[in-house]
């Protein structure tokens, strides 16, 4: 962590960076102790999407919580673009959509926008015209006007995230995003994360649907019971460079024998024959291709 | 990066919002109705007077109803606008913005504020208009009795008013430095309730302490002074007539005590929360 922040040019400070990170929980009358996170140690360059996996209990969205200040660290200490979290400023730059968000139920998707807008000293003009832009890019600008009480899960994800994104913040925290999301919102919440890492924002991700992480992810970490067990590129943790698909259209079984006989020649070996099968959701998207969710 | 200043501003717009949810509860229309209810049918209530003038009657059925449901309403209504920011979690996103925690108890408390002025100033309206009313009445049924003119002071009936929600005030600064370590909704109104009922009767305690004599005693008495402000001063004297208005010293030292406790809560309020874990 730099010591002065400021000093130090903004593409070398980490988006994130967590050190020995210690995180307990009295669990009982007899001064138990509940380890929710334990010396973890995490870096987050800026631009990229960065995957924070685990099972259940398993220190997410504490970790989450300690990065943004809300909960305090029994030891260690995590700072965003090196600012330490606990201070009000480090939560400048940070946009947070917390895990099944549930919003004040009263204000329509516009108020309640507006007002998160103000909370981070927004104002005016500038305001009006980037609540209309937020609104558009989470899809909700026809539902605008609406209650938020009346709205659907995904809907309230997404204006979640509108809120996370209003005051245009260098980092997104996005806890569990498409929790209870069918796959359609899923979709629209998958295509806006990659917008906003072209736009050059860092995501920080939670997530159960191991195989969108996979597609949107740079980097992961696995956690279980409160400690990293495994951190990397996912390129590098997924792919293998030991063995190559060649797709083809379907081969009689004399042409695949040839084909055999043509790779053992040269000490080579067909390792499987397989059909390749479409993506149970790119087939419901291909259906029910729809932006309503 | 700089520094994120304090802001009244930030603090304003959690009042706003709060005073907006109140607003839209059934338990602030529930208690307003029915003290509005009790202000009206006071007119039919005066079989329970016990020989007091009907005029003063009714003043007392109204500041009576503003200090009964303005007190559970004080109360509940803070645990639970606080408690629905916790267990919601809206309270999360909130605090994930950068937004002090003191501008959370700040906009809490001008919220709930706001709610008990509005509550006071709609029964002490509804007060002054029946007062108003049955004076009127009474005027024409015995013009001899007020041949000096009306009986009650209107301006000491919005006194009354304003002295019953500086005591609410200070009740929700009570109940919101309970709620900010308080780990139930429930646990913070039963508290609540608690702390009310010795802030009414602390003046007793006092003066049995004061005829107890001894140093220990006296000094307990003063010590649980000191913690728990006296609700009897927010009280009018036993008239409505202009002559025994308090004097003005009287008024700006009652405003000033209630302005101390709510300082000295919301500061301490503060404090418990500053670390609260989310």
Not at chain 1, 189 to 203: D, H, M, N, P, S
Not at chain 2, 148 to 158: C, H, I, K, L, P
């Amino acid at each position: 962590m730099s010591a002065n922040p400021s000093s130090a040019p903004s593409s070398l400070v980490p988006a994130l960076e967590i050190r020995g990170l210690l995180k307990d929980f009295s669990a009982g009358l007899h001064g138990l102790k509940l380890r929710a996170v334990d010396h973890l140690n995490l870096s987050v360059a800026p631009g990229q999407i960065f995957g924070l996996l685990g099972p259940n209990g398993s220190g997410k969205s504490t970790t989450i919580k300690l990065l943004l200040g809300l909960l305090e660290p029994t030891a260690g200490s995590c700072a965003i673009f090196g600012v330490p979290s606990g201070r009000v400023e480090a939560r400048r730059e940070v946009g947070y959509l917390p895990e099944a968000p549930y919003f004040y139920r009263h204000l329509s998707g516009r108020e309640l926008v507006r007002f998160y807008a103000r909370m981070c000293g927004m104002g005016g003009a500038p305001l009006e015209a980037r609540l209309d832009e937020v609104l558009a890019l989470v899809g909700l600008s026809a539902a605008a006007e609406r209650r938020v009480g009346t709205y659907s899960k995904g809907m309230l994800q997404r204006i979640g995230l509108a809120q996370a994104l209003v005051h245009d913040p260098r980092l997104l925290i996005l806890d569990e995003p498409t929790a209870g999301v069918d796959p359609v919102g899923t979709a629209a919440i998958t295509a806006l994360i990659l917008q906003l890492k072209a736009r050059g924002k860092t995501v920080l991700i939670t997530s159960h649907l191991l195989g969108q992480i996979e597609d949107i992810c740079d980097r992961v970490a696995i956690l279980d019971r409160g400690k990293l067990i495994l951190e990397g590129a996912v390129v590098e943790l997924i792919g293998r460079t030991d063995q190559q698909a060649l797709v083809v259209e379907t081969l009689p079984e004399s042409e695949l024998a040839e084909l055999r006989a043509w790779l053992a020649a040269r000490g080579r070996k067909l390792e499987a024959v397989e059909t390749p099968r479409n993506r149970l959701d790119r087939i419901f998207l291909d259906r029910v291709g729809r932006n309503d969710a | 990066m700089n520094a994120v200043p304090f802001s009244f501003w930030r603090a304003l717009l959690i009042a706003q919002n709060t005073l907006r949810e109140a607003a839209r509860q059934k338990l602030f229309l529930f208690f307003l109705l029915l003290a509005l209810a009790l202000v009206v049918g006071a007119r039919w209530l005066r079989d329970f007077s016990f020989g007091a003038p009907e005029l003063k009657f009714l003043a007392d059925c109204g500041f009576g109803a503003m200090a009964f449901f303005g007190a559970a309403l004080a109360i509940t209504a803070t645990a639970q606008l606080f408690f629905s920011e916790i267990e919601n979690r809206t309270a999360l996103t909130l605090l994930a913005k950068p937004v002090w925690r003191a501008e959370f108890i700040l906009g809490k408390f001008l919220g709930l504020a706001a709610v008990t002025a509005i509550f006071c100033a709609m029964l002490t309206l509804l007060l002054m208009a029946v007062l108003r009313w049955r004076e009127g009445e009474l005027m024409r049924e015995f013009p001899e009795t007020f041949a000096s003119g009306g009986a009650v002071s209107y301006a000491m009936v919005a006194l009354g008013g304003l002295l019953q929600w500086l005591k609410l005030a200070v009740l929700v600064a009570l109940a919101l430095l309970v709620a900010s370590f308080a780990q139930t909704q429930l646990f913070t109104v039963v508290t609540g309730f608690f702390i009310l009922v010795i802030c009414h009767l602390q003046y007793l305690a006092q003066d049995a302490y004061a005829r107890a004599g001894s140093w220990f005693a006296q000094n307990i008495g003063g010590a649980l002074a000191a913690v728990f402000p006296n609700f009897q001063l927010f009280a009018l004297a036993d008239s409505l007539n202009a002559a025994d208005a308090p004097p003005a010293l009287h008024v700006v030292r009652v405003v000033l005590y209630a302005a101390g406790y709510i300082v000295a809560a919301g500061a301490l309020a503060v404090y418990c929360f500053r670390k609260r874990e989310i």
